[in-house]
């Protein structure tokens, strides 16, 4: 398991900008891949991207065009830049890390609470 630090959440406006940032440490595991879940209240958690370690990206399609997802090996920090921020993007965003086993069995941050809303 690694430990997980959260930044970048917050309130933003519709049409607005939002970065947030996962930096893994303390981890004795291999990461295979980093990203980004997100739960929004009533809902089931859900992908919003992820990145290997070899560049490979998934993201789903209620996002792609306006968010982006980065990575820093060397570092084993990711990067989510969500651009044309919509109300139904509010969530709490969980940073996740796969140790090579999937994400669900990997390590998770506690969250970080995004709210689009005029």
């Known amino acids: 398991q690694a430990q997980l630090a959260e930044s970048g959440g917050g309130l933003v406006q519709p049409g607005g900008s939002l970065r947030l940032s996962c930096t893994a440490s303390?981890?004795?595991?291999?990461?295979?891949?980093m990203g980004w879940y997100r739960q929004a209240p009533g809902k089931q958690r859900e992908l919003v991207a992820t990145i290997t370690t070899g560049g490979r990206i998934d993201i789903a399609d209620s996002v792609k065009g306006r968010f982006t997802i980065s990575r820093d090996n060397a570092e084993n920090t990711i990067h989510l830049q969500m651009n044309s921020l919509k109300p139904e993007d509010t969530a709490v965003y969980y940073c996740?890390?796969?140790?090579?086993?999937?994400?669900?069995?990997?390590?998770w941050g506690q969250g970080t609470q995004v709210t689009v809303s005029s």
């Open positions: 303390r981890t004795i595991f291999t990461i295979y891949a």
């Open positions: 996740c890390v796969d140790h090579g086993r999937g994400f669900h069995r990997g390590s």
